[in-house]
């Protein structure tokens, strides 16, 4: 009997499939990427007959010594095989499993739990963005068997590992399971779930740093999967939370302006744009920007901000799910403390609300404005080592969840 995997998934992820050129805003195969070629394709390709078709395929590709792999040498930022009706000419002549890893698997993301395997889809991809983000019922997720022949290294599976004991692989689905049934809690308002998000966590890392055993971390999940409690502990909490605009403004622009280096391309330029005219970002005669007027710019601001919010929950909240289950959060950056790992998916998450909220002000609000604004943004910035490491840096020192959301929320 042939071996199955068991995989936890959005339903999503089954009901996907590409369709090509006849809605893809902007083809995977058409952008400036790297294309990997594993190792077992190159020589698939390699060992093709006639020896002329052979040379053909792999003349277009190049060894980078440093990453160990093969790349295809793109022709003005597009993959040399790729047809005039946007489709695979190696798939075409040769059949799917003459794809290589990277591209049978795109936008497919897969995390391994030990033994046990999650998978979802990037948002880079428009046709998985649009049944992801316009989705108008909280997203489901279910189990599925998935055979070797998919699973396997050879397959259409690409795996990033997570450091996790067996034992421990269980918990960490219940933990995340908990935090997606706060994010979907749909009573409270966006911040309010992020409120509420931020305390579970600062009580999961309390309890896992006082070496209590799983129990205990079961019995704190269930309380946070309770209606009674949600509904009971957390209004009170929420009242506390009184948003400062000017301390938000201050506190983001330190890592917007990080941010903003990496996202000055020709394609979301408009966005970025969008972005500084809104708030009157204009730097001075020192290049510097006065934070105190942007300050006050996004103050008067607040009331639309808060409309723009509600409009578009379902939108961000399909954004906040799909981020943390794809990243693994709270363990996405995993030499650092779970309380950590939620200041660093807050504040991304604070700087695409903001950016999609100026872009909506200037009237890029129309469904493809916004999967072009999600592609855009998502490409600059979801893969940008340097970026979070720069996040990183600008945290050290806060390690107050309470006052960071005070600051954020």
């Known amino acids: 009997m042939a071996k199955k995997y068991l995989y936890f998934q959005p339903e999503y992820v089954s009901k ?59 022709k003005e930022n597009c993959c040399p095989f790729l047809t005039k009706k946007s489709l695979c000419r190696l798939q075409l002549e040769h059949g799917e499993e003459f794809l290589s890893m990277t591209c049978a698997t795109y936008p ?34 279910e189990f599925v068997e998935v055979p070797d022949e998919v699973h396997s290294k050879h397959g259409r599976i690409e795996m990033e590992k997570l450091p996790f004991k067996e034992h421990d692989a269980e918990i960490a689905r219940e933990i995340q399971i ?4 706060i994010l979907q809690e749909r009573r409270f308002t966006i911040n309010q779930r992020l409120i509420a998000l931020g305390l579970f966590l600062d009580n999961l890392e309390e309890t896992i740093s006082s070496g209590t055993d799983n129990e205990s971390i079961l019995n704190l999940i269930a309380a946070y999967q309770s209606e009674e409690f949600l509904l009971r502990e ?24 990080h941010t903003s280096e990496h996202l000055k391309d020709k394609k979301g330029y408009h966005f970025l ?68 790992n939620f200041a660093i998916f807050l504040i991304s998450y604070k700087i695409f609300e903001l950016m999609m909220f100026t872009a909506a002000q200037k009237g890029f609000s129309a469904k493809e404005d916004l999967l ?5 943004f998502t490409l600059a910035t979801a893969h940008n080592k340097s970026l979070y490491k720069k996040f990183l840096e600008l945290l050290k020192g806060i390690d107050n969840t309470y006052l960071l959301m005070r600051t954020l929320l």
């Open 16 to 74: 996907f499939k590409c369709d090509g050129g006849k809605y893809c805003l902007n083809n995977c195969c058409e952008r400036e990427w790297n294309i990997n070629i594993d190792d077992a394709t190159y020589k698939k390709y390699s060992r093709l007959k006639p020896k002329s078709k052979a040379k053909e395929i792999t003349s277009r590709m190049k060894f980078y010594s440093k990453r160990g792999n093969y790349v295809i040498k793109l």
């Open 108 to 141: 497919r993301r897969t995390n391994s739990f030990g033994t046990f395997f999650e998978r979802s889809l990037t948002l880079t991809c428009p046709v998985a963005a649009e049944m992801i983000l316009f989705a108008q019922e909280p997203m489901k997720f």
């Open 178 to 181: 908990a935090m997606i049934s």
């Open 234 to 257: 957390m209004p009170p909490l929420f009242q506390s939370f009184a948003f400062d605009a000017k301390n938000f403004t201050v506190f983001m622009m330190k890592f917007i302006s």
């Open 273 to 340: 744009c969008a972005f500084t005219e809104i708030l009157g970002i204009k730097p001075d005669e020192n290049n510097e920007i006065p934070l105190l007027d942007v300050a006050a710019n996004y103050e008067l601001l607040v009331d639309a901000h808060k409309n723009f919010s509600e409009n578009y929950s379902t939108f961000l909240e399909n954004y906040l799910v799909n981020e943390l289950f794809m990243d693994h959060y709270p363990w996405r950056f995993n030499e650092e403390s779970i309380t950590k």
């Open 372 to 376: 072009t604004f999600v592609d855009w």
